[in-house]
Each structure stands twice: as structure tokens, then as C-alpha cells.
């Protein structure tokens, strides 16, 4: 049995250093805390074993050892270390010393590292209380801290510190409800919509509100090699911080992730255009209100051309920044309340404006209560700039199916292959496939002919859709219902009753009377019997 670390050891441990903030502030605020005082125990440990080996390779000549160091993926001051805050945690001015070990963690690794603890102060006497408070606090944090070694040679995988991290970002934005939940998008959401756009090596990824990082780490996962880039954008200072420790802990240093509000000031630009992407993902706030609708028709990246979508609604808005971001064959999937699908006005102009354009590929219902501080159902979107000749869009209800849970719902791993699978048959796969019953394969994610299966397998503009759970809708349809995209009106999931056997059911409710007569007999011979 191994002795290495765990990630659920890690998860337990440092959730467990949360106490020392609970009741002082909102988690949504004590999570900036934890989660970089975890990013400096574990580059400490990182740099404290890489010093180890090559002290023992260079036989302690301390000259070699520094000069190897240096060609480190990071650098770490020793008055910077886990080690040396933990020495002086009984220092009178401990905030202090942390704010100056973060400083000087910038300033040696300014390239991957650049104000990335800028938003955060433990010397912070508004948020962490007055002095000896404060002081009490921070060193419980890192008497916890202490018991983690978090030396790579110590844990059970490379992901393990990176998993832990996101594991406690998730549960953050649960402890936090809504505000929290406004920088994390669940992690089975994300795995979905990443399989969804399908990224491919040599692809540039983007994702406009990217938040802690968790659906760019999810895309990346899926290209199957490391040749391809990351891009991202977060207007929330805080969380942006998250994203770049993100990036840092999963070895994307090569990752850009920028600080700014995305709709009123876009910052991943070439030759002062907006910068083409092969694959956008996002989870955007939900009918974000004051978007910067007031300066939208003048907008110089010329995003906005098919309309300007209202000031209270921002779903379109960042549409249209997604779509104008993709290259000539690129492919964007988004995450949005099942409003987009039917709103009218300007939005029902841009809507209508995609479709004749034959940007739309997919539209997915989701189940309700999947995310943080709402539970409303949400809809993935699918667009694509290269369908060709395709101008059909498939509609899919995956909305019934799913994992119950206490404070959320989920989906689960065969829910995501089902959705995915579906996908797939509406671009031609599995087409050895016969109509008839089916099932999820779950060990290849694939539909498959199974005289049991729960699913019946018809064709449609001659492809594959599951009955009842998708649907081809062509573009001379979606015009008919005036660019209506709400999915009842394309996937008919009504299931018939079985038919009532009136002549069985009126002789079940004589039994029932004959039965409820004979106790009711026996009841009162019991009451008799006992003098009443």
C-alpha cells in the first residue's frame, strides 16, 4: 500500500485550515487565503526536493547547485519559503512577512508570476482582524500547512496538487452560494462543453470568461498533447489571480491570462483586431445587467454588427464576442440560461442573423440545479464557422437525466457520453449502426444495438437521432417557428399513459370497500372488547 499523499488527504487538510477564517469572512474571501498559501507550500516543497537532488548530484558545491536552480521553471527565495514563514510564525508582525515573501515571489518570476498577489493582503486588519488576531490566524494556517508535504517525489500523481486545487475551488463556491459561484463553472459542465468543441493539437483555446481557469484546463485535457495554446480573460481581480496559480499548478506557464473586463475591453488583440481563435469556451454570468450596452454600436472591434443586444441581458453580447473571435473554421461552445433561446427583440435579431449564417450547430438542454447559487436549467450552445453544405442544427434534451445531489445536481460520466455520442451521429458517426433499440457503451462512450437498450434509434434527414432525446431541425424549420429555439418545440419527449382498464380498476375499489368494511368491523369488536 502506498504511503505517498493523496489528493483527498490534501483536500481534508487544507479544508481544514478554512476554520481559522470562518466566521471572520465570506469564504468567497477567505478562499484568496487558502488557495495561495497552498500555491506557496507547494512551490516551496517543489524547490526544496529540486535542491535536494542536486545537492546530492553536485555533491554540495553550492556554486553548481544555485547555477542549476536558476534553470528552474521558477525560482523561490529562501526568505520566501513555506520553511522560513513557518520559522517565524510566532513573529509579531506575520502578515507583514507573508506580504513581503509574495512580493518577493513576483519579483523572481516576473515573466509567469506578475502580480499575481497583488489582490491579496495578510497583513489585511479590515479582513483578518487587529493585530494579535490576525497574528493567531495566520498561524494556525500554517501549523495546518505544516503537516502537508507536498514534495512531487510524495504524491500519488503529477495532477494531484492541480486536482486538489480545483476540488477546493469547487467547494468554495458551494460554501459560498452564488457569490462564489460567479468564478466556478461545475466540473462536469466543463468536462461536456470541452468535449463538445473538440480541440485539436496546434489549436488556439480561448475562453472570455475564464474565471479560476477550470474550462481552459478541461479543453486542454482533451487535445491529448501539450502542442496548442491557452488564452483567457477575468474582469474579477481576485479570481484572475486564481487563474493564473491555476495555470501555474497544471504546468500551462505558457498560458495568457489577462486581467479586464472582455465586452467593454478586450485584451487578446493582433494588430489591434481582435485575435482569432480555433476553439472559445465559456461560461459567461448569467443576463449579465449594465454590460456596457451604451457603447456598443461604436464598438471598434465591430463586434456588435447584428445588433446590440438590451442593457439588462448581456447573453448575445457575449455571443458575439465569441463568434467574432473565431478564425474561418473555428468553433465556439457557450453556456447560457434558455432564455437566449427565445428572447425576442435584438436578441431575437442576432439569433435569427446566426442561424441564416449557419454559425449554429447544436443546441443542448441541460437538468436544473447544476450550478452554484442558481437553479435554474442552462443551455450549451454549439457554433461552428465550418459546417459546409450542413445547414441543419441538432437539438439534443439532455435535461432528465442526471445524478441527484444535496446541494446540487450532476451529471454524470455516462450522462456526458450520451450527450457527446448524440453529437457524434449528427456529424456521421457510427454509421454501421442499425435503427432499433440502443445503449451507451460505457466503456467506449459509443451508442450501441442492445436488445435491451432503453433508447430507440431512428433516422432523421438521414442521420441518427435518439427519439425523445434529439432532434435534426433543418434551417426552413427553425424559420418557420420564427427562429423560436426552444427545444420542446423540436424534441417531443411526451411519453404516452397506458391505457386504464376501467372494468379491473371499478373491481379494485370494491375489494378496497369490501377489505376497509371488514377491519372497520374488527375495530369496533377490539373496542368492545376493551369496555369502549
Given at each position: 500500500m502506498s504511503n505517498k499523499l493523496s489528493q483527498s488527504t490534501?483536500?481534508?487538510?487544507?479544508?481544514?485550515?478554512?476554520?481559522?477564517?470562518?466566521?471572520?469572512?465570506?469564504?468567497?474571501?477567505?478562499?484568496?487565503?487558502?488557495l495561495t498559501?497552498?500555491?506557496?507550500?507547494?512551490?516551496?516543497?517543489?524547490?526544496?526536493?529540486?535542491?535536494?537532488?542536486?545537492n546530492e548530484k553536485y555533491k554540495g558545491d553550492a556554486v553548481r547547485i544555485e547555477r542549476a536552480l536558476?534553470?528552474?521553471?521558477?525560482?523561490?527565495?529562501?526568505?520566501?519559503?513555506?520553511?522560513?514563514?513557518?520559522?517565524h510564525r510566532n513573529a509579531d508582525n506575520l502578515g507583514e512577512l507573508i506580504n513581503v515573501a509574495l512580493e518577493n515571489i513576483e519579483e523572481e518570476n516576473r515573466e509567469k508570476l506578475d502580480k499575481v498577489f497583488r489582490n491579496i493582503d495578510f497583513n489585511s486588519e479590515a479582513n483578518l482582524g487587529q493585530t494579535k488576531d490576525r497574528n493567531r490566524r495566520l498561524k494556525n494556517v500554517l501549523n495546518d500547512f505544516s503537516a502537508l508535504d507536498l514534495r512531487p517525489s510524495n504524491l500519488e500523481g503529477n495532477d494531484v496538487i492541480g486536482d486538489s486545487y480545483e476540488y477546493l475551488i469547487a467547494n468554495f463556491a458551494s460554501d459560498a452560494g452564488k457569490k462564489a459561484g460567479e468564478f466556478y463553472t461545475p466540473s462536469s459542465v466543463s468536462t461536456l462543453l470541452a468535449k463538445l468543441v473538440e480541440p485539436q493539437e496546434e489549436n488556439r483555446i480561448y475562453d472570455p470568461t475564464c474565471g479560476s481557469g477550470s474550462l481552459l484546463l478541461k479543453a486542454a485535457r482533451e487535445v491529448g498533447s501539450n502542442n496548442f495554446s491557452l488564452s483567457g480573460q477575468e474582469v474579477n481581480g481576485s479570481t484572475w489571480a486564481l487563474a493564473r496559480m491555476n495555470m501555474f499548478l497544471h504546468e500551462r506557464d505558457n498560458a495568457t491570462i489577462e486581467w479586464g473586463d472582455t465586452l467593454n475591453n478586450p485584451l487578446h488583440k493582433e494588430n489591434d483586431n481582435l485575435k482569432k481563435f480555433d476553439i472559445v469556451v465559456a461560461n459567461p454570468p448569467f443576463s449579465l445587467d449594465k454590460w456596457g450596452a451604451d457603447n456598443a454600436s461604436s464598438d471598434q472591434y465591430g463586434r456588435f454588427w447584428r445588433g446590440v443586444p438590451p442593457k439588462s441581458k448581456g447573453d448575445y453580447a457575449f455571443i458575439s464576442h465569441m463568434v467574432e473571435s473565431l478564425n474561418e473554421h473555428g468553433r465556439a461552445g457557450v453556456v447560457l440560461p434558455h432564455g437566449v433561446l427565445f428572447r425576442g427583440s435584438s436578441e431575437g435579431k442576432i439569433r435569427k442573423?446566426?442561424?441564416?449564417?449557419?454559425?449554429?450547430?447544436?443546441?443542448?438542454?441541460?437538468?436544473?440545479n447544476l450550478f452554484f447559487g442558481t437553479g435554474i436549467p442552462a443551455c450549451i450552445l454549439i457554433f461552428d464557422k465550418n459546417k459546409g453544405d450542413n445547414t441543419d442544427v441538432l437539438f439534443i434534451d439532455a435535461s432528465r437525466e442526471f445524478e441527484n445531489g444535496k446541494n446540487q445536481n450532476n451529471l454524470r460520466t455516462i450522462d456526458i457520453q450520451r450527450v457527446f455520442a448524440t453529437y457524434k451521429l449528427f456529424d456521421g458517426e457510427q454509421a454501421d449502426l442499425k435503427e432499433g433499440k440502443v445503449s451507451i457503451n460505457e466503456e467506449t462512450g459509443k451508442w450501441e444495438n442492445k436488445e435491451d437498450g432503453n433508447y430507440e434509434l431512428i433516422t432523421q434527414n438521414s442521420k441518427f437521432i435518439i427519439e425523445k432525446y434529439s432532434y435534426i431541425a433543418t434551417k426552413e424549420e427553425i424559420a418557420e417557428n420564427d427562429y423560436n429555439l426552444n427545444i420542446p418545440r423540436y424534441v417531443d419527449t411526451f411519453e404516452e399513459e397506458e391505457p386504464i382498464d376501467i372494468a379491473a380498476t371499478q373491481q379494485e375499489i370494491a375489494t378496497i370497500k369490501t377489505e376497509m368494511t371488514a377491519v372497520e368491523e374488527q375495530m369496533a369488536a377490539y373496542?368492545?372488547?376493551l369496555g369502549y
Open positions: 490534501i483536500n481534508s487538510t487544507v479544508w481544514k485550515a478554512c476554520d481559522s477564517f470562518r466566521g471572520t469572512l465570506d469564504p468567497a474571501g477567505y478562499k484568496d487565503y487558502i498559501m497552498l500555491f506557496v507550500k507547494y512551490i516551496s516543497d517543489v524547490h526544496k526536493e529540486k535542491k535536494a537532488e542536486y536558476k534553470h528552474e521553471r521558477f525560482k523561490m527565495p529562501e526568505e520566501s519559503s513555506f520553511d522560513f514563514l513557518y520559522e442573423a446566426l442561424i441564416e449564417e449557419n454559425k449554429l450547430k447544436a443546441v443542448i438542454g441541460l437538468p436544473a373496542l368492545k372488547e
